[in-house]
């Protein structure tokens, strides 16, 4: 398996899988062809250096996954910089196999290389069993999140 930097021939196939599941498709408008608005904030994300969408490919260079880190420069703790993930997501016939686990060991693994004090993360309350596999990577539900739909 290889990780890599998303290229913009990749944003459909990031989109699908983003879509591809109960909350994803509330959220999301999956079709041929993808709306405009999803490739102008892939060139948002590609010209900021404290972005990184990563794409995972199998052996055949088939994506299979994808997440997005953003690092956060902030004042506190000393001058810290926290790394947030986001849009953790898998091929559906491909969940199951382990593919989870080494994506969070990769993105720790990244955000050590980029000094991050923290990894954090959100997920909906309804994705009982997203919670428990965060917990099992280590993950604390130390903090009480809240969000303003705007």
Do not use: C
């Amino acid at each position: 398996m290889k990780f890599r930097k998303a290229i913009k021939e990749d944003v459909p196939i990031i989109l699908e899988m983003i879509a591809d599941d109960k909350l994803g498709k509330q959220r999301e408008v999956f079709q041929k062809p993808l709306a405009s608005e999803y490739f102008q904030a892939f060139d948002i994300i590609d010209s900021d250096e404290n972005q990184e969408l990563i794409v995972l490919e199998d052996e055949n260079s088939e994506i299979i996954g994808t997440l997005q880190l953003t690092f956060i420069q902030y004042l506190t703790y000393r001058g810290g910089i926290r790394a947030q993930i986001e849009a953790v997501r898998i091929k559906k016939d491909k969940r199951g196999l382990g593919i989870g686990k080494k994506m969070f060991e990769w993105a720790i693994n990244r955000a050590k290389e980029r000094k991050a004090h923290l990894l954090q993360l959100t997920t909906d309350k309804r994705r009982p069993k997203a919670i428990k596999f965060y917990s099992d990577l280590g993950f604390v539900q130390s903090h009480e999140g809240m969000k303003m739909h705007l």
